[in-house]
């Protein structure tokens, strides 16, 4: 594990880290959403140094090549008390023992939790996992919130970010 240091205005800082074992450059069908033959199970996430004004954070899993005016998002979690810095394998499933580690929210399947990659036949999709260092608590959200208002609401209250991105393509095995 490499760790970057980043001088601010005379402060030497560590950049936030974010491993995720197994999800690799080429997705397995582990990760891949039920419905284009995969297990929909969600990565492993484990996250360090990150700022030490963070309050709580969030996660989310971002499709930026879908054929849509706004990509596809898979997977948002926020209320991540700062305590938590490891999301067990499939903790994104609602019937996970560690699916309360945060709120999870409705995705763009209109799942609530985890929806692996599932992208239309065609070129690779790249796959984006952020876990974000935020400087509130939590949100006040319904789980049916818009992935993308609540995409918005996250960045806003971003004070540092670290992501691993993995591909998928339909009829990979």
């Avoid at 760790?3 to 069908?29: C, D, H, T, W």
């Avoid at 199970?41 to 054929?67: G, H």
């Avoid at 796959?127 to 959200?141: H, K, N, R, S, W």
Wanted: glycine letters at 10%; hydrophobic letters at 35%; a negative charge.
């Amino acid at each position: 594990m490499k760790k970057i240091l980043i001088l601010m205005m005379g402060v030497i800082m560590y950049a936030m880290n974010l491993q995720a074992p197994g999800f690799g450059e080429k997705i397995s069908l582990k990760y891949v959403y039920s419905k284009c033959g995969g297990e929909n199970i969600s990565p492993e996430l484990i996250w360090s140094d990150f700022p030490k004004n963070t309050k709580s954070f969030a996660i989310t899993m971002f499709d930026s090549d879908a054929p849509t005016d706004h990509g596809w998002w898979h997977w948002m979690v926020t209320n991540i008390p700062l305590e938590v810095t490891h999301f067990p394998q499939n903790a994104g499933s609602p019937q996970s023992p560690y699916f309360n580690l945060g709120f999870q929210s409705v995705n763009d399947y209109g799942e609530i939790g985890y929806g692996g990659p599932c992208p239309p036949a065609g070129e690779a999709h790249r796959y984006i996992i952020t876990v974000y260092a935020l400087d509130v608590p939590g949100f006040q959200i319904d789980r049916e919130i818009n992935p993308q208002s609540l995409s918005e609401a996250i960045k806003e209250h971003t004070i540092q970010s670290a992501s691993v991105m993995g591909y998928y393509q339909r009829g990979w095995e």
